[in-house]
């Protein structure tokens, strides 16, 4: 009998595989011992490659997994009095179980968006309290790129949060967890859009992108990386083996396969979009600008064909979904996809 073959959803990116040159990666430096806990060459090799792509004095600190370079990477710039302002969307504050707030001790406080984006005005409610305590003190505006709407933040209006966040004695953090798809999305190089615009902290993920695991905490602002190798031990992040989370980055820049992967799903995206375009009862909620496509389904049908293809619900009060697209969706998978919604709809 031959293999099953499994059907490919519309859930998660992180539903994908692992990318073949990652796995090859992985087999060729699975050879030999080499020291533990970030000694060894590979890892030494990948971070010299986030400083081509992210400027000289960033430093890198690889984790098994995004909640892990969020969290860590905001306990090492806030204390427990602090409070971290990001969007009512974001994972720091939906879909991280309250680690933010348990690691860090501190308030997180977020602003309503339409589209996943945050903006000076946005967040000016949170603006006060300085210096008096009885109030938590703002620290750190938390940005998603690209957001969990699928939008992608400008070079400009990452600048304005960050000289906003600096005018204030804040910092700016970046959730980077599609960083990927926002760079093809900009077509502009990581530097651009991250260290050159203001960003202090990054959280750069690869497993959304082709990856197996393992993500990097980046400090970009110098000065701010004293004491995280004791924040990332402590909370339990220090790979022994961390040759096979750090040549996975290698093989990730080689080529520019971050690139060739994110330039698929973004595009798949947009010919998922596409095809939706007109259909009637279907809706579009948001722009289209990275790989994740919002729209309104009627219920029962979504329902039905869910059954068929997994995918998420988004707000269910208007039978929203959220449908995502990977490094390995086919435009095959977006016509069966499509053509059973039609059915359905019928």
Not at 99 to 110: D, I, Y
Not at 197 to 226: H, Q, W, Y
Not at 247 to 269: G, P, V
């Amino acid at each position: 009998m031959g293999k099953k073959s499994i059907k490919r959803g519309f859930a998660s990116d992180n539903n994908a595989g692992v990318h073949p040159e990652i796995l090859k990666e992985l087999e060729l430096i699975n050879m030999g011992h080499v020291l533990g806990y970030g000694g060894d060459i590979y890892t030494k090799r990948a971070e010299n490659l986030f400083k081509e792509h992210f400027g000289k004095d960033a430093e890198v600190f690889f984790v098994f997994n995004g909640t892990a370079a969020n969290v860590l990477g905001l306990s090492s710039i806030t204390r427990s009095w602090n409070s971290v302002i990001t969007a009512d969307t974001a994972h720091l504050e939906s879909d991280e179980c309250g680690a933010p707030e348990k690691f860090t001790g501190c308030k997180v406080l977020t602003a309503d968006t339409p589209d996943g984006k945050i903006t000076v005005a946005l967040i000016a409610k949170h603006m006060h309290g300085f210096d008096f305590e009885h109030h938590a003190q703002p620290k750190v505006i938390s940005i998603t790129q690209s957001t969990e709407m699928g939008t992608v933040y400008t070079v400009s209006e990452i600048r304005k949060l960050a000289d906003f966040a600096h005018s204030k004695g804040l910092l700016l953090h970046m959730d980077g967890a599609r960083l990927a798809n926002a760079a093809v999305s900009l077509n502009l190089p990581f530097k651009t859009f991250t260290t050159d615009a203001g960003v202090d902290v990054l959280s750069f993920g690869g497993t959304k992108n082709g990856m197996m695991v393992g993500e990097a905490v980046c400090i970009l602002r110098p000065g701010l990386s004293e004491n995280f190798k004791y924040i990332r031990k402590q909370g339990m992040q220090l790979a022994s083996k961390m040759r096979f989370i750090s040549a996975q980055f290698i093989a990730y820049f080689r080529n520019d396969l971050w690139k060739r992967n994110a330039s698929h799903s973004n595009m798949m995206a947009s010919f998922l979009a596409k095809k939706l375009t007109g259909i009637n009862n279907i809706q579009i909620t948001q722009q289209v600008q990275s790989n994740g496509v919002f729209v309104i389904i009627p219920h029962n049908v979504a329902e039905k064909v869910r059954s068929h293809y997994f995918f998420y619900p988004w707000n269910e009060t208007k039978s929203e979904y959220r449908l995502m697209t990977s490094w390995d969706t086919t435009e095959e998978d977006i016509e069966e996809f499509v053509k059973l919604l039609k059915k359905e709809l019928n």
